[in-house]
């Protein structure tokens, strides 16, 4: 069984930084892509970041461009969110999915497994 886990969240200031992990076990195929997504309290879930296996794609909603940063560490199983210049919207949990075989998407219908997911706070 595929199984993403977060890691990372907490709390932080406005403008601060944070970086979330996420390591996959049970792994079937080689090539796969994970997203990043975040869900508001109260709001719907929403797609933050995708990359591929390869690190060669790489797709970013309008709102982590310029400050979040997604990369992989496929020695480790491991993709990584690096986020800079908190906001308080950024508050949120946020989520690993991993679509296995495919290609990073803006859909989370294209994700097969999902992470229980992690708690970012951004105090202003």
């Known amino acids: 069984q595929v199984q993403p886990v977060e890691s990372g969240g907490g709390s932080v200031q406005a403008g601060g930084s944070l970086r979330l992990s996420c390591t996959t076990s049970?792994?079937?195929?080689?090539?796969?892509?994970m997203g990043w997504f975040r869900q508001a309290p109260g709001k719907k879930r929403e797609w933050v970041a995708g990359?591929?296996?390869?690190?060669?794609?790489?797709l970013y909603a309008d709102s982590a461009k310029d400050r979040f940063i997604i990369s992989i560490d496929r020695a480790k199983n491991t993709v990584y969110l690096q986020m800079d210049t908190l906001k308080s919207e950024d508050t949120a949990v946020y989520f690993c999915?991993?679509?296995?075989?495919?290609?990073?998407?803006?859909?989370?219908?294209?994700?097969?497994?999902w992470g229980q997911g992690t708690q970012v706070t951004v105090s202003s």
């Open positions: 999915a991993a679509n296995e075989g495919g290609w990073p998407s803006p859909s989370e219908y294209e994700y097969d497994y």
């Open positions: 990359i591929r296996s390869s690190g060669d794609s790489i």
């Open positions: 049970g792994r079937t195929y080689s090539s796969y892509a």
